[in-house]
């Protein structure tokens, strides 16, 4: 009896115990999905970061400065701590000319060693920012080069060994834009700030004492997944649109998260840009899917005085069951157009755009292939002392690069901008029709990406290829590349 009272108990505690597990478990599976979908209040008028100020120097340089620094940023949590240049949070817009020599000074004056990374630019390796281009707290660093690629949307940002993560969640970034009249398309909305915007996506979540929260998901190898989103840092942002079309320069500069943008009422838009430039053709989509460190410039059609709210819908990420832990089930409001009475006429966006020369896979003087997966490529992690690739001024290549292991990944590469040459097989769609320098890898499937290493070679300091979820980049998903002189061998040089 004693015995069989005993066994009661213990099974009655097994059952609630269950009963618990699976309790969590039902919350753990609903509470990774997200829905901000009709709660945000779109309250306060969209932040437009300012156009950063420039001089010329004696030798017809254009000189910016920048300047890191912390403050407090108000995401609507009181006073959050955050970094920014020059204000609090993210930094000027800087804007050049194809042609045009550029200096910036950036000066740090945190209380740790920064760097400067120009993400998508052309430009020689000691000038690109890497993690080998420290700024010591209480210096300036002063890279220069010549801008020369076509008209694009690019952006800046922190990349300090094992601390990017942080830097940018704090705040530190911003938009570089290139122009150049033979790359760009007069038809297109072309004021900034007028009816041409940038448009800085990251998410946040915040801490009981409304400091930002960078604690990563305990359930996902993704990275910081936040339940706020800030556009060019404001929360709950709306956008007075004066005009009937109207430009938005996206970016997704989150640290681990994706998202595909569309207009809550099923509209299309005219994509009309990627990382590295216009595209050869506008193509009209619903929606439109960037991971961390893409962009993509989209002309939206707004009638007056309507308002119009962009979204970021689940999507396929391609991890399945997962995906609702790694913010691919989530569907988040991120900014009204409000468009006044009157809004201006503008012109109809041309069918073609601008001559993309394509580069010829065939030509390839080298095929590599990097396997993405476990935070490490070609199951190594990032090691300083070793280069991964060295590839010869004036060569192209083929890269091949896969996500091995099921969870979300892309890649980028510095220095170049790349075109997709094929995805799994098959040929890109439109929207992978342009340049590109960041681009989303779907588990199991072999993008294969060509690039052609022109004007600057240095045997001794190396770019950097990785992923560009953050925390991936931080743990070393990333490896080197150095671009040789065309009289050199391949391999030597390197150390
Ligand atoms: Cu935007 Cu190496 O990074
Ligand atoms: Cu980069
Ligand atoms: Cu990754």
Redesign the pocket.
Known sequence: MRLRRVLVVLLAAVLVLCGLCAGAGVWVWSGAVLSTADEVDFVRPLAVPPLAPSRLDAQGRRVFELTARAGTHDFGHGQTPTWGYGGSYLGPTLRAARGEQVVVDVANTLGEATTL?W?GMHLPAAMDG?PYQGIEPGTTWSPTWRIDQPAATLWY?P?PHGRTAQHVYRGLAGMFLVDDPATDVAALPHEYGVDDFPVIVQDKKFDGDGGLDDAESFLSGTGLLGDTVAVNGTVGPYLEVSTRRVRLRLLNASNARSYDFGFTDGRTFALVGSDGGLLPQRVDLARVMLSP?ERAEIVVTVAPGERAVLRSYPQALGTSLVDRFTGGADTLDILQLRVSGDAAARPEVPQRLVDVPRLDPAGAAQRRTFKLGERSINGKGMAATRVDAAPVLGTTEVWQVVNNDGTPHNF?V?DVQFQVASVGGQAPPPWLAGWKDTVYLPPNRPYELVMRFTDYADPNTAY?F?C?LLSH?DSGMMGQFVVLPPATTPGAGSG
């Open positions: 990374h993400h890497g940002h990349h460190g980028h510095h950097m990785h560009h980049e």
